[in-house]
T-cell receptor
Framework: EAQVTQNPRYLITVTGKKLTVTCSQN?????MSWYRQDPGLGLRQIYYSMNVEVTDKGDVPEGYKVSRKEKRNFPLILESPSPNQTSLYFC????????????FGPGTRLTVL | DQQVKQNSPSLSVQEGRISILNCDYT??????FLWYKKYPAEGPTFLISISSIKDKNEDGRFTVFLNKSAKHLSLHIVPSQPGDSAVYFC????WGSGTYKYIFGTGTRLKVLA
């Protein structure tokens, strides 16, 4: 089944404790991206990747890191999480970046205390 | 600076009637527009899209209209069904200043009343 998977689905952590949210797709998509969803703000792009080893900042990249060493994986790293990073996070992928629908993962709800 | 705006946070429509969801954008660099639907506890799913070279695209009960001069797009759902109750996001994409942008609006919660 074609899908985007994220892990974990739920995470409660404390300020400053490094964490990684994994994202994997099995559709051989070139483009992958991370979004956060906050009430009243919609979906905001954190980082995106056009292909392996090619990443770029989205609209809200501060406090996040990403890497794209393999085509299928695009982990999101929070080196020192803070309470303002409490949010619902979505990973997405598409065949190419432009002019393509994105396929979203089920979301990761992160709470930083 | 919200480049893609959905000014109606919520909308209620009677089953069988038309639902019209609106979206405005500010940046002329956008040349491809999409609508996504999101149910609670799930990721958004693609619904319909339109290129800037068109002004209308239809898929079953869903039609998207694009007015480039007004920088406005709308999604029409006819007839509306209770299963259409969800949050709808519009998105705009395009290249500008050497970067690729894919921007979502804030969403409109549609409730279809049986």
């Amino acid at each position: 089944e074609a899908q985007v998977t994220q892990n974990p689905r739920y995470l409660i952590t404390v300020t400053g404790k490094k964490l990684t949210v994994t994202c994997s797709q099995n559709m051989n998509h070139e483009y992958m991206s991370w979004y956060r969803q906050d009430p009243g703000l919609g979906l905001r792009q954190i980082y995106y990747s056009m292909n392996v080893e090619v990443t770029d900042k989205g609209d809200v990249p501060e406090g996040y890191k990403v890497s794209r060493k393999e085509k299928r994986n695009f982990p999101l790293i929070l080196e020192s999480p803070s309470p303002n990073q409490t949010s619902l996070y979505f990973c997405a992928s598409s065949f190419r970046g432009q002019d393509n629908e994105q396929f979203f993962g089920p979301g990761t709800r992160l709470t930083v205390l | 600076d919200q480049q893609v705006k959905q000014n109606s946070p919520s909308l209620s429509v009677q089953e069988g009637r038309i639902s019209i969801l609106n979206c405005d954008y500010t940046n002329s660099m956008f040349d491809y527009f999409l609508w996504y639907k999101k149910y609670p506890a799930e990721g958004p799913t693609f619904l319909i899209s339109i290129s800037s070279i068109k002004d209308k695209n239809e898929d079953g009960r869903f039609t998207v209209f694009l007015n480039k001069s007004a920088k406005h797009l709308s999604l029409h759902i006819v007839p509306s069904q209770p299963g259409d109750s969800a949050v709808y996001f519009c998105a705009a994409s395009g290249w500008g200043s050497g970067t690729y942008k894919y921007i979502f609006g804030t969403g409109t919660r549609l409730k279809v009343l049986a």
